[in-house]
Nanobody
Framework: EVQLVESGGGLVQAGGSLRLSCAASGFTYDEYAIGWFRQAPGKEREGVSCITSSDGSPYYADSVKGRFTISSDNAKNTVYLQMNSLKPEDTAVYYC????????????????WGQGTEVTVST
């Protein structure tokens, strides 16, 4: 059974940093496409960063390029999202995802989702 468990969210001031973690079980990250998505109140879920192949470059949404970095530790079967220079508009619930066949960073491509971790960026 595939399970994804996020952690690391919280309240941070604008300009600060957070690192989100997603521990996986039931599969190995190097065999799956992985991603981070977020959903702000009243908005649709959007792709933040995704990796679809072991030799591919990560995708980043324009709004987070240069500030967020996705990485994985295959030995720990954990994926991370390092978020720097946070802005109030980054406030959202962040979800990690995985799928064996995803090719991009759209929500409909991913079958497995964590429960989400809330990030709040204050001014």
């Amino acid at each position: 059974e595939v399970q994804l468990v996020e952690s690391g969210g919280g309240l941070v001031q604008a300009g600060g940093s957070l690192r989100l973690s997603c521990a996986a079980s039931g599969f190995t990250y190097d065999e799956y496409a992985i991603g981070w998505f977020r959903q702000a109140p009243g908005k649709e879920r959007e792709g933040v960063s995704c990796i679809t192949s072991s030799d591919g470059s990560p995708y980043y949404a324009d709004s987070v390029k240069g500030r967020f970095t996705i990485s994985s530790d295959n030995a720990k079967n954990t994926v991370y999202l390092q978020m720097n220079s946070l802005k109030p508009e980054d406030t959202a619930v962040y979800y990690c995802t995985a799928d064996s066949a995803a090719w991009g960073c759209e929500p409909y491509e991913y079958d497995y989702w964590g429960q989400g971790t809330e990030v709040t960026v204050s001014t």
